[in-house]
């Protein structure tokens, strides 16, 4: 009875090599799918181009916010030495821009720095505690020597038939249904 | 496979013609002005010694770290630092000119003066010659012993060379961090011998490893249209394009640190190397050098997409070593033009005349053997590199 009030979330397939999973993430990028995702206890060379992956605008962000903190920095310098707190310091002008390059470039490091470690954390969705490919005991190999891809249910291609006969197609093995009573 | 440039291709004949042109109107230009000319041979010479001391670098650095990706082009920083001996010929008009270039070498204004006497003892025509003399011995010592190792690999496939060169490197390094600075103190800081920088060397460093990243990534990109068509990716140009970016980075870096901590003492003995660089019209070459050599590249740079496109890295390497040429105007002609930039005929034809023999130079070793270094145990590495 239980059985019934199970929800579908995906199906996992397992694969021989990382040579394996990197051909079959080509081949269900080729085929279409977009919410699927390959798990290996390493990184593989040349996955985010078979997976097809876009560039992560991590770079941007971090730049942004780096010249935010550079922007700031100046702000801060400016204000507080011509406007806040006017002090004659070796005679040099109120507004001396180059004694602020220090602090201003450290300020937009640490900015940069802190936005690629937290970005990093928002982009990849993390931390997450829980995921669907928890409910396979097989699973538990993807920290050794197990290579993995799940697809989701969400992705508008997915049907439990066509997408278990298309991993089989594909070289997938120990193909399982991603199913529990988890309610999201 | 054997890739090998053809012998006395038309990239050789044309270097030696435009260099002997170059250095017959240069000794016409000795004639009508020798001061002229021995301050635009020093230019032209402090820039094409960059590039092969930057080329030495490349090269220790890459086996220092035992890099792999730079394997396959590794054969264009290696012929660079192969003419080092070679450049040594170049020097001559230097050491004939000494009196008209180097201030503490006249010995009427040694007697008057209280600091170039204190400094005599190191700067003093004698020991200046034999400190240079030095310099070439060590450079031509590791450039022709790392470029023979690299070879005899290539001819024996015995990759016990590569493991030499990887042992040797770590103190041919050190040796070269130190004759570079002296050499850069020597040539170029002591045109003004009153003023001294420590930081000076490291600055012609950087400008000079800047220098030598846009000439190998224009060697790359060269022959990626030829015989290195299937060896070199776009992931290897993008890599040099981050490299000349980072050392552009590194350049502006020194360049700040001298300048900030001059600023800020505001000691007059220090702050007049930068009073001559900021009076009449050489206050334009210096923005031009701060905004052209830093800013715009920087922002420009910062653009994945520029690193990968080959003609935007062509143009932004042209662009870096016209800079880089800018940049050793800027630090020795303020001391002949004092007051306002003046470009000379002889400043195009003495860096025409080295430049035309320093590539006929690069070709000819290039021809000599294979493009790529074959029997490296790393080149299939290197050619499938991916970033």
Not at chain 1, 79 to 94: C, E, H, N, R, V
Not at chain 1, 124 to 133: D, E, G, R
Not at chain 2, 269 to 288: I, M, Y
Not at chain 2, 364 to 369: E, G, I, N, P, T
């Amino acid at each position: 009875m239980a059985q019934e009030q199970k929800q579908i979330y995906g199906i996992l397939a397992e694969f021989e090599s990382a040579a394996a999973l990197l051909h079959a993430a080509a081949r269900i990028r080729d085929a279409g799918y977009k919410e699927f995702d390959c798990h290996s206890p390493f990184p593989i060379h040349g996955m985010d181009e078979a997976m097809g992956l876009k560039r992560s605008p991590l770079g941007w962000i971090v730049g942004l916010m780096a010249f935010g903190g550079l922007f700031l920095a100046y702000l801060l310098q400016g204000w507080t030495s011509t406007i806040d707190y006017p002090l004659i310091i070796a005679g040099k002008p109120f507004f001396s821009y180059q004694a602020y390059v220090p602090v201003g470039f450290g300020i937009a490091v640490l900015f940069g720095a802190l936005s690629a470690f937290f970005g990093m954390l928002v982009l990849n969705k993390l931390p997450q505690p829980w995921h669907p490919v928890f409910y396979s005991n097989n699973f538990e190999k993807m920290s050794t020597d197990g290579f993995f891809i799940s697809i989701e249910k969400k992705d508008e291609k997915f049907t439990v038939d066509h997408t278990t006969t298309f991993l089989a197609s594909i070289g997938g093995q120990n193909i399982e249904l991603l199913q529990g009573d988890r309610v999201e | 496979m054997n890739i090998q440039l053809t012998k006395n291709s038309l990239a050789t004949k044309v270097s030696l013609i435009i260099g002997v042109l170059g250095l017959a109107l240069s000794l016409l230009g000795f004639f009508a002005n020798h001061e002229q000319f021995f301050y635009s041979w020093l230019v032209a010479f402090a820039f094409w010694m960059s590039i092969a001391l930057g080329g030495l670098f490349f090269v220790l650095i890459h086996h220092l770290s035992g890099a792999v990706w730079s394997v396959v082009l590794r054969r264009f920083p290696e012929s660079f630092m192969a003419i080092l001996p070679f450049m040594a010929i170049f020097f001559f008009p230097i050491a004939l000119g000494l009196y008209d270039l180097y201030h503490w070498a006249h010995a009427d204004a040694i007697a008057h003066d209280a600091l170039l006497q204190e400094k005599a003892p190191y700067l003093n025509i004698v020991f200046f010659i034999l400190r240079t003399v030095f310099f070439f011995i060590v450079w031509s010592v590791f450039g022709r012993l790392f470029y023979r190792f690299s070879i005899k690999n290539d001819v024996t496939g015995d990759a016990g060379y590569i493991t030499k060169a990887k042992k040797i490197s770590p103190p041919a390094v050190i040796l070269f961090a130190f004759t570079v600075t002296f050499a850069a103190f020597d040539w170029l800081m002591s045109l003004d011998p009153h003023w001294y920088s420590t930081i000076f060397g490291v600055y012609y460093f950087a400008g000079s490893t800047m220098a030598t990243y846009a000439i190998t990534t224009l060697f790359v990109l060269y022959f990626a249209k030829g015989p290195l068509a299937n060896m070199v990716s776009v992931e290897h140009y993008h890599d040099l394009g981050k490299l000349i970016f980072t050392f552009t980075i590194f350049w502006a870096y020194m360049t700040f640190s001298q300048y900030f901590l001059i600023w800020y003492a505001n000691i007059p003995e220090e702050t007049v190397w930068f009073a001559h660089r900021w009076h009449g019209s050489w206050k334009v070459v210096t923005l031009v050098l701060a905004v052209g050599h830093f800013v715009l590249p920087f922002f420009i740079m910062l653009v994945r997409a520029v690193k990968r496109n080959p003609l935007a890295l062509t143009i932004f390497a042209l662009w870096m070593l016209l800079m880089h040429f800018i940049d050793i105007f800027w630090l020795v002609m303020p001391n002949l033009h004092k007051e306002g930039a003046v470009f000379s005929w002889m400043d195009a034809t003495t860096m025409i005349g080295i430049g035309g023999l320093f590539l006929w130079l690069v070709f000819l070793h290039l021809s000599k053997h294979s493009l790529v270094p074959i029997n490296d145990p790393q080149l299939q590495n290197s050619i499938h590199h991916t970033g």
